[in-house]
């Protein structure tokens, strides 16, 4: 299947400061993106929709300025948490679609990029 | 919230198969039946998806009801890498934000030795 990949996998950052994930589709383009949150013995919450070119959409209680996500080409999307706190600390997962358009198929996810917030 | 409704919890001998059903009365006709599975700490991985007919890969078969309100995944021969929590997941096929997948709580399978 097609591949995936999320940077970093996990990582550690002081309250206050912000942190960066990267989502990249490695053997397709992915005009869209998804970012998912998933906390401890819980599913996988969708956050956000991630739009090649456009603004992003974002679900019912997900801040927009807290979450920034950035999709500038057809391979990378990013989001960054901004002025982290403990209570952000959770798997940050994201999924993108093969195809631009039309029928999508199924979606391919990243590994997961665990955020710790001291 | 979730379209599907999954038992909580099944064990499965290694070896054996392994069949874990799902609910979907209200499947809609043209959502199809996805089927994901998430290993510890990692990203849901993709199994299988339908729409009427039965599925089968190399990973596993999925067994759609004549009405589709409900589904079955089966694991032909589960290895103790079966062991996850597996998704059922109904979508409907098609650009834009409403191809997303929404989650719900899934069935954890244990594959004992």
């Known amino acids: 299947g097609a591949v995936v990949s999320q940077h970093p996998s996990w990582v550690i950052c002081k309250s206050g400061t912000s942190v960066k994930i990267e989502c990249r589709s490695l053997d397709f383009q992915a005009t869209t993106m998804f970012w998912y949150r998933q906390f401890p013995k819980q599913s996988l919450m969708l956050m956000a929709t991630?739009?090649?070119?456009?603004?992003?959409?974002?679900e019912q209680g997900v801040e927009k300025d807290k979450f920034l996500i950035n999709h500038a080409s057809l391979t990378l999307s990013t989001l960054t948490v901004t002025s982290a706190h403990p209570e952000d600390s959770s798997f940050y997962i994201c999924s993108a679609r093969v195809g631009t358009s039309g029928f999508t198929g199924e979606l391919f996810f990243g590994e997961g990029s665990r955020l710790t917030v001291l | 919230d979730a379209k599907t409704t999954q038992p909580t919890s099944m064990d499965c001998a290694e070896g054996r198969a392994a069949n874990l059903p799902c609910n979907h009365s209200t499947i809609s006709g043209n959502e199809y039946v996805y089927w994901y599975r998430q290993i510890h700490s990692q990203g849901p991985q993709y199994i299988i998806h339908g729409l009427k007919n039965n599925e089968t890969n190399e990973m596993a078969s999925l067994i759609i009801t004549e009405d589709r309100k409900s589904s079955t995944l089966i694991l032909p021969h589960a290895t103790l890498r079966d062991t996850a929590v597996y998704y059922c997941?109904?979508?409907?096929?098609?650009?834009?934000?409403?191809?997303?997948?929404?989650f719900g709580k899934g069935t954890k399978l244990s594959v004992k030795p």
């Open positions: 991630s739009n090649e070119g456009s603004k992003a959409t974002y």
């Open positions: 997941i109904v979508r409907v096929n098609y650009g834009g934000s409403q191809g997303n997948l929404i």
